[in-house]
């Protein structure tokens, strides 16, 4: 992707490709970023009269001011001058100049490092379920290595924490290596008699 793509995830509003292929408008990065400093609050910063604080979320506010920081210092060094508006604007402004090959390829790594920095702080990835007691039908093994770790895990979480549609879940082996997906992994769960099984029948999973 290129600094363009990277930019406009970073200020505009955007489409992105859930795990089963479909897209969905997502808001721009910075704009949720700069949300999470204040969570719950959509106002302007100081609470009511007389109320309590509003709460900082202390690394949203700190990695804000790292990417504006580093975007301003940026723009001097290509420029021997300050910007003076926001920081939306300045993305916008590297996006759209002429930049030498050597700043364009810096300002391309570094944004999709700010995108990687706000997804993982919002979003954290939930861990793969750990399918714990169920032998690997393609080696046979339920743990392996010296820390004898669970063989299958079960990967059923979106980018936000939230539960895919079964024909998206995937289930991989530790071990072997081996992986199954998609209609698949409904198969297996209900072989491997798994209380997986009930979600892929229409239970809920807890």
């Given at each position: 992707?290129?600094?363009?793509?990277?930019?406009?995830?970073?200020?505009?509003?955007?489409?992105?490709?859930?795990?089963?292929?479909?897209?969905?408008?997502?808001?721009a990065?910075?704009?949720?970023?700069?949300?999470?400093?204040?969570p719950?609050?959509?106002?302007?910063?100081?609470?009511?009269?007389?109320?309590?604080?509003?709460?900082?979320?202390p690394?949203?506010?700190?990695?804000?001011?790292?990417?504006?920081?580093?975007?301003?210092?940026?723009?001097?060094?290509?420029?021997?001058?300050?910007?003076?508006?926001?920081?939306?604007?300045?993305?916008?402004?590297?996006?759209?100049?002429?930049?030498?090959?050597?700043?364009d390829?810096?300002?391309?790594?570094?944004?999709?490092?700010?995108?990687?920095?706000?997804?993982?702080l919002?979003?954290p990835?939930?861990?793969?379920?750990?399918?714990?007691g169920?032998?690997?039908?393609?080696?046979?093994?339920?743990?392996?290595?010296?820390?004898?770790?669970?063989?299958l895990?079960?990967?059923?979480?979106?980018?936000?924490?939230?539960?895919?549609?079964?024909?998206?879940?995937?289930?991989?082996?530790?071990?072997?290596?081996?992986?199954?997906?998609?209609?698949?992994?409904?198969?297996?769960?209900?072989?491997?008699?798994?209380?997986?099984?009930?979600?892929?029948?229409?239970?809920?999973?807890?």
């Amino acid at each position: 992707m290129t600094l363009t793509d990277h930019v406009h995830q970073l200020v505009r509003d955007h489409l992105k490709l859930d795990r089963d292929g479909k897209p969905h408008a997502v808001p721009a990065l910075l704009a949720e970023l700069r949300a999470a400093v204040t969570p719950g609050h959509a106002g302007s910063a100081g609470g009511s009269v007389g109320g309590p604080p509003i709460p900082i979320n202390p690394n949203a506010l700190d990695l804000l001011a790292e990417i504006e920081a580093e975007a301003r210092r940026c723009y001097y060094e290509i420029t021997e001058r300050g910007w003076q508006t926001t920081l939306e604007d300045l993305l916008r402004a590297f996006a759209e100049k002429n930049l030498s090959p050597e700043w364009d390829a810096y300002l391309t790594h570094v944004s999709l490092g700010w995108i990687d920095q706000i997804t993982a702080l919002l979003w954290p990835e939930k861990p793969r379920r750990k399918l714990v007691g169920k032998t690997c039908p393609s080696c046979g093994q339920s743990v392996h290595g010296e820390e004898r770790k669970t063989t299958l895990t079960l990967g059923c979480w979106d980018d936000q924490g939230n539960m895919r549609p079964i024909g998206t879940w995937d289930i991989e082996c530790g071990a072997c290596d081996a992986g199954w997906s998609g209609e698949q992994v409904a198969y297996l769960l209900r072989a491997l008699d798994t209380p997986g099984s009930r979600v892929a029948e229409g239970a809920e999973v807890m």
